[in-house]
């Protein structure tokens, strides 16, 4: 069982360059979502999905796009990078939003550097 | 809008010393309330959630954690810290749209 599959580990972007950072799911969960993490900024939530067809924005949307045209398949699109991005990005998965609550369940990450 | 706080950004203890890390909360409702650990390198993964009853939650690893609505505090807590306890705590809140705190580092001394 892979849960969280996020592809590639790294990534060298230069400034403009456009690309998309895959997040792959086995576990059948209805919710994901993209998260970067900077240091002593913790994790900000860039985009969120509720099920298929279905996405939002979080904290930090700007420069970023979603789709979800699959329950397993969440990518993330950035669309022109900036130095900004540089960070790592989680994609992260849950089994509901009902009232339990999330379990999130998380892949290993996406370095991303853009000069 | 929701928020965490984790006033400790670094911790260190002793092998075998308790633990208890802090996290203070805004949220306009009955929160949702959650702590994940860190390893280096790695992804996050839940240690313990609170969503409604019982204020104490026990979580893996040992862990344990308070919800005190008055004091808007979740803090977590261990009795006896061991060497894999090392590692990066986020504190969050929120739900579909889950907010985490800055992180506290935590350092363990043989």
């Known amino acids: 069982n892979a849960g969280v599959t996020q592809t590639p580990k790294f990534q060298v972007l230069k400034t403009g360059q456009s690309m998309t950072l895959q997040c792959a799911q086995d576990m059948n969960h209805e919710y994901m979502s993209w998260y970067r993490q900077d240091p002593g900024m913790g994790l900000r939530l860039i985009h969120y999905s509720v099920g298929a067809g279905i996405t939002d924005q979080g904290e930090v949307p700007n420069g970023y796009n979603v789709s979800r045209s699959t329950t397993e398949d969440f990518p993330l699109r950035l669309l022109s990078a900036a130095p900004s991005q540089t960070s790592v990005y989680f994609c992260a998965s849950s089994y509901s939003t009902g009232p339990r609550g999330l379990s999130l369940h998380f892949g290993n990450g996406t370095r991303l550097t853009v000069t | 809008a929701q928020s965490v706080t984790q006033p400790d950004i670094h911790i260190t203890v002793s092998e075998g010393a308790s633990l208890e890390l802090r996290c203070n909360y805004s949220?306009?409702?009955?929160?949702?309330l959650f702590w994940y650990v860190q390893s280096p390198g790695q992804g996050l993964q839940l240690l313990l959630k609170y969503f409604s009853g019982d204020t104490l939650v026990q979580g893996i690893k040992g862990f344990e954690a308070e919800f005190k609505r008055s004091q808007s505090s979740f803090n977590l807590r261990k009795p006896s810290v061991h060497w894999s306890d090392a590692a990066e705590y986020f504190c969050?809140?929120?739900?579909?749209?889950?907010?985490f705190g800055a992180g506290t580092r935590l350092t363990v001394k043989p």
């Open positions: 969050a809140v929120g739900n579909n749209d889950m907010r």
């Open positions: 949220y306009g409702a009955t929160p949702y």
